[in-house]
């Protein structure tokens, strides 16, 4: 029984969400092989060669693999899937564009956001936004599953001495092409990585009231900047800082929700914040309901107050 790992990385690094993956990995059973799958991306196999509990690393480097296209990859993943009982990729947005691909290409059902593997053939996943956990069992001979990264603790990242193999790459598909990216380039710490994320709803009233008032303490607590689906929607806030369950699922040390009210979408997306700050005047406000510290008041006294006080 060997669990395969489609590593997430930049092609200089792993991103965090491979050593929450293979953790994930590792509680199947069996040992554990990452796929490093890229252009010019020696230096992420290598990392991944490093952490604590991979048996084996193969990289497979080719042009056609510079940018992750999910119809390439997918065609690379399946013709090494049937060596192993467990195809696991993060739940990211890379992750579920091609997982999918490869279950329907193996005639295999997916199991999705994974939280916890119960036994090698049994999992848990939250369904209705969270409120609910469904247990699944599959008989399939390889599993195909997304892991929702925030369920498992990162592998440790130093320790492991894994053989780096290399893998042929797969051949482009032809069925897509890369024509380019626009980036967003900030300073803060990528919002699904972060410890700290301050948050902000669509009681700040405007795109400049949310920098205003959340933006200083941002700074002051080295904080990611989040915001609600409500915020975003009126333009308050960009579409990368969404989180929430048709945003971004995050788990950090430290959640500040400043004026988020906490839609069951919102929660989804947050609740498994170790510590869960909420400032908010309304005192039946669903947040509160999830909060571990709670402060009834207006977000535009309380916040400035509270960067003064740090």
Not at 185 to 211: C, M, Q
Not at 227 to 246: C, I, K
């Amino acid at each position: 029984m060997t669990t395969l790992v489609v590593a997430e990385h930049d092609h200089a690094s792993l991103r965090g969400a491979t050593l929450n993956t293979i953790t994930a990995a590792l509680t199947c059973g069996g040992g554990v092989h990452v796929l490093v799958a890229g252009s010019g991306a020696a230096a992420a196999a290598q990392q991944a060669a490093e952490v604590a509990g991979v048996a084996k690393v193969l990289h497979a480097d080719d042009a056609a693999l510079a940018h992750h296209l999910a119809e390439t990859l997918a065609d690379l993943v399946v013709s090494i899937a049937p060596g192993y009982t467990h195809v696991l990729f993060p739940a990211t947005a890379n992750g579920k564009n091609a997982a999918p691909r490869v279950a329907a290409l193996l005639d295999v059902a997916q199991i999705s956001d994974v939280t916890r593997v119960v036994a090698p053939d049994t999992f848990e996943r939250p369904i209705y936004a969270g409120n609910a956990i469904a247990t699944v069992q599959s008989a399939d001979a390889i599993k195909v599953i997304t892991v929702r990264t925030t369920g498992f603790d990162a592998a440790i990242s130093s320790g492991g001495a894994a053989a780096i193999e290399p893998l042929a790459g797969a051949a482009d598909s032809g069925k897509s092409a890369y024509i380019g990216s626009e980036l967003a380039k900030s300073d803060r710490p990528e919002l699904t990585a972060a410890k700290i994320i301050v948050s902000g709803g669509r009681a700040l009233g405007s795109s400049e009231k949310f920098n205003e008032v959340l933006t200083p303490l941002a700074d002051k607590l080295g904080a990611a900047l989040g915001a609600s689906r409500a915020a975003v929607d009126a333009g308050y806030a960009p579409n990368d800082w969404q989180v929430g369950q048709t945003g971004k699922i995050v788990a950090p040390q430290l959640y500040v929700a400043c004026g988020v009210s906490g839609a069951i979408q919102h929660l989804a997306g947050m609740k498994d914040s170790k510590v869960i700050v909420a400032i908010n005047k309304d005192p039946e406000a669903p947040i509160f309901s999830v909060a571990d510290f709670g402060l009834e008041a207006d977000l535009f006294a309380a916040v400035p107050e509270l960067v003064k006080s740090l």
